[in-house]
């Protein structure tokens, strides 16, 4: 058994996956642990996949998550959920947000989008945290916080306090959206203990 813990968080470029994976190594780092990352940015500039991979604990040896290791995988676009499934443990917390951002491929004709994008995130992934992420970021302030209503929602399910967190998000965003990304965090951890 691995005394390490691997997260992995996914979604489109533009969405916030970096300041994201940010806040959760910084979270770690404030609980006491050893942090590696690693991110995949894609054709982000370009609506493309990104992912990021947060490993902590006593030692971590490599940022590289390994398929079926996660404890916890973050979509910030339900199709992105699906596509990197895979990396989840059994047992382990999606947090996926409602949100449909139709690629390029789709727009030009090229393919089709799922109709039944949300029965197949429910079939893959038993313990889920389906939401609306955009929605409750615009309740807290702006939909552009809906990474941090994704953050909030995954906390309930690591073994990182809520000082660490705040903590996190106070030293990655700017005073002047602090605040609103507070109030976006507490919204997701809200949303999660009622899903």
């Known amino acids: 058994m691995s005394d390490t813990t691997s997260v992995v968080l996914a979604g489109v470029g533009g969405q916030g ?19 590696k990352t690693n991110e995949i940015h894609g054709m982000a500039q370009r609506g493309g996949s990104v992912v990021a991979e947060i490993r902590y604990g006593k030692a971590v040896r490599s940022p590289l998550v390994e398929p079926g290791t996660a404890v916890a995988l973050a979509a910030l676009e339900r199709i992105e959920a699906i596509r990197y499934a895979h990396f989840l443990k ?36 038993p313990r889920l945290a389906y939401i609306d992420a955009t929605s409750i970021a615009e309740g807290a302030g702006s939909a552009k916080a809906s990474n941090v209503v ?3 929602a995954l906390s309930t399910g690591l073994d990182l306090p809520e000082s660490a967190w705040t903590a996190a998000i106070r030293e990655s965003v700017p005073e002047k ?12 951890r809200r949303c999660a203990a009622v899903n």
């Open 177 to 188: 959206v602090l605040a609103l990304n507070q109030a976006a965090f507490a919204a997701g």
């Open 90 to 125: 059994p047992g382990g917390l999606a947090v996926v947000s409602t949100l449909a951002i139709v690629p390029v491929t789709v727009s030009s004709g090229l393919a089709t989008y799922p109709a039944d994008v949300e029965a197949r995130i429910r079939a893959v992934f």
């Open 150 to 152: 994704i953050l909030g």
């Open 17 to 35: 996956i970096i300041l994201a994976s940010t806040i959760v190594a910084r979270a770690a780092l404030h609980a006491g642990f050893d942090v």
